[in-house]
């Protein structure tokens, strides 16, 4: 493989969880652009947002995809609100291919509703929230992917095979 799969969609859809599961199908490394920013940072990123702002962590969004275009390809799941900005789907696109993952609202809030480490998603756990923030960035979400697979009643094995079948990455 000699480009990134950068993991995208909306949070709780599964992209940690996927990319360790690609990682130890297809043998390639694996990273969380949430956790290298908490790393680079010290800071959670619930911190972030309350003390640095959401603009802030936005830039270190974008810084952390140039850096990433440097690095030897890896499996990459993204923050939720990585392929809002253009210039971050572009970053994306000139070293990797770009896999949406997709749930329905209501998995996403079974998923996220016991963890506190979502600051958008707090005051909204309810399916009518989700499925509207949802809808605002679908079409984003569509425009910047090469292909989509949806998690919704599945194990990580089986989507992973998926996304790797449609990779033409199994031998
Ligand atoms: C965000 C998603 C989060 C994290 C931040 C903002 C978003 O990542 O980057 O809280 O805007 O959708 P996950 O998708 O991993 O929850």
Do not use: W
Not at 78 to 104: D, F, P, Q, Y
Not at 126 to 136: F, G, K, P, Q
């Amino acid at each position: 493989m000699d480009r990134h799969i950068f993991l995208i969609g909306f949070m709780g859809v599964g992209k940690s969880t996927v990319a360790r599961g690609l990682s130890r199908l297809l043998h390639i490394n694996n990273r969380d652009t949430d956790k290298m920013i908490e790393n680079y940072e010290h800071m959670k990123i619930s911190d972030i947002f309350e003390q640095k702002g959401e603009a802030y962590f936005r830039e270190c969004e974008t810084r952390l995809l140039r850096h990433l275009q440097t690095r030897e390809p890896m499996i990459i799941a993204c923050g939720g609100g990585m392929a809002m900005r253009s210039e971050n789907v572009a970053l994306m696109k000139e070293c990797g291919t770009i896999v949406l993952l997709t749930a329905r609202p209501q998995t996403i809030l079974h998923r996220t509703i016991r963890t506190h480490k979502r600051p958008l998603l707090e005051g909204h756990k309810n399916v009518r929230d989700i499925s509207a923030l949802m809808n605002e960035r679908m079409p984003k979400y569509e425009a910047a992917a090469d292909i989509k697979v949806s998690t919704d009643y599945r194990n990580t094995d089986e989507i992973c095979r998926e996304i790797a079948e449609k990779l033409g990455l199994l031998s």
